[in-house]
């Protein structure tokens, strides 16, 4: 089964509760001796690593890790101050806006984020990629191809994260909250299956909606995302 780790919370001297998802599933297993860094396993002591993992019943509440194989690790040899904060970033969204039961949704897109870190594309964008796409799954769907409000396909000239998607200008603002740049960042991204819809969008421009999704978070979840904040700097 492969994994993907989000926590974990030590058990005993060298054992600890691992916290993962995989595609469908989020668990807890029981880790012998992974705190100890001489320990073959020692790997899944490192958040956001990915393995290959088999489990067994045993006496305690959780399963019993019985192997663990490799398969990568989001930490790099010489990494950006921007890419570890987006790691941060990603992580501590895992463990604080899903319940417990519900993380297994955020999988494919923790995936597919930590592969474009990894290939070197931008941690501005990346982050805000992983943050759309798991917007829907927190109960705040965003509508991206025509007015939320009354439907229109024409004249869309701004978003709005309250209201879940674009404004035309009939329902929008007066004064314009993003620019075109942004409207089609949103969108493409939105509707992306990749993390390869940057488009023009400079680093100011991703800023911006990084800085309001956060600000959404915290009013309609209760979380504000701390790391972000330092992505942000």
């Known amino acids: 089964m492969e994994i993907i780790v989000i926590s974990v919370a030590q058990y005993k001297e060298k054992d600890a509760v691992v916290n993962a998802i995989t595609e469908g599933r989020s668990f807890s297993f029981y880790a012998k001796g992974i705190l100890n860094p001489k320990n073959k396993n020692s790997f899944l002591n490192n958040t956001l690593c990915k393995a290959n993992i088999t489990l067994i019943e045993g006496k305690l509440k959780y399963p019993i890790l019985e192997s663990a194989e490799f398969i990568s690790s989001p930490m790099l040899s010489n990494c950006s101050l921007g890419y570890l904060n987006a790691l941060l970033t990603i992580d501590e969204a895992m463990i604080h806006l899903f319940d417990s039961q519900e993380k297994f949704l955020g999988y494919e897109h923790v995936n597919k984020t930590l592969i474009a870190l990894r290939k070197g594309q931008n941690p501005l964008y990346c982050i805000l990629y992983f943050l759309l796409k798991i917007l829907p799954s927190l109960g705040f769907e965003l509508e ?30 007066s004064e314009r909250r993003y620019n075109n740049t942004q409207l089609l960042l949103i969108r493409n991204t939105v509707l992306s299956d990749e993390v390869d819809a940057i488009g023009d969008a400079t680093d100011d421009d991703i800023k911006e909606l990084l800085f309001d999704i956060n600000v959404f978070l915290t009013d309609g979840i209760g979380y504000h995302l701390r790391t972000l904040d330092s992505l942000l700097k």
Not at 155 to 164: L, Q
């Open 144 to 173: 991206v191809k025509n007015c939320v409000n009354c439907g229109s396909k024409k004249n869309i000239t701004d978003f709005s994260f309250v209201d879940g998607g674009f404004l035309c200008s009939k329902c929008a603002e």
